[in-house]
């Protein structure tokens, strides 16, 4: 029997959602709608297997593996697993540079 875990978004996520939708919102309406539905329904599915996502690379570099990825293009989707929970971290553009878009998160938090 599969485990089922609850699905936590940091303000932090919510915020990166909030900022995708109104930018494409601008432009189409309802092409943001259709990927904000995208993006929730694909982080619900983490409720099983959270473990598929892959590690983030950019981190793994660095020697941190606590946290997981899935790509819905162009978007990353970052979370952790601890216990029975899955808190959705980040969801930037994969355009962008990871490295840079956490640093800034930590110069200017």
């Given amino acids: 029997m599969n485990s ?3 699905i936590i978004w940091t ?3 919510e915020n990166d959602l909030i900022n995708i ?19 929730r329904q694909k ?3 983490l409720y099983t ?5 892959r590690i ?3 981190l793994q570099g660095q020697g941190i593996f606590q946290y997981r990825e ?5 978007w990353r ?5 601890a216990d029975q929970k899955i808190f959705v971290m980040s969801v930037i553009d994969s355009r962008q540079n990871v490295e840079d878009v956490l640093l800034n998160r930590l110069i200017y938090a």
Avoid: C, H, T, W
Wanted: aromatic share 6%; hydrophobic share 40%.
């Fill in 43 to 45: 982080a619900s599915s």
């Fill in 21 to 39: 939708i109104e930018y494409i919102s601008v432009d189409s309406p309802q092409n943001a709608l259709e990927i904000l539905e995208k993006i």
């Fill in 77 to 81: 989707l970052m979370y952790r697993i």
């Fill in 49 to 53: 297997l959270p473990e598929r996502g």
């Fill in 11 to 13: 303000n932090v996520a």
């Fill in 4 to 6: 089922r875990y609850e």
């Fill in 70 to 74: 899935l790509v819905i293009p162009p």
């Fill in 56 to 58: 983030v690379p950019e």
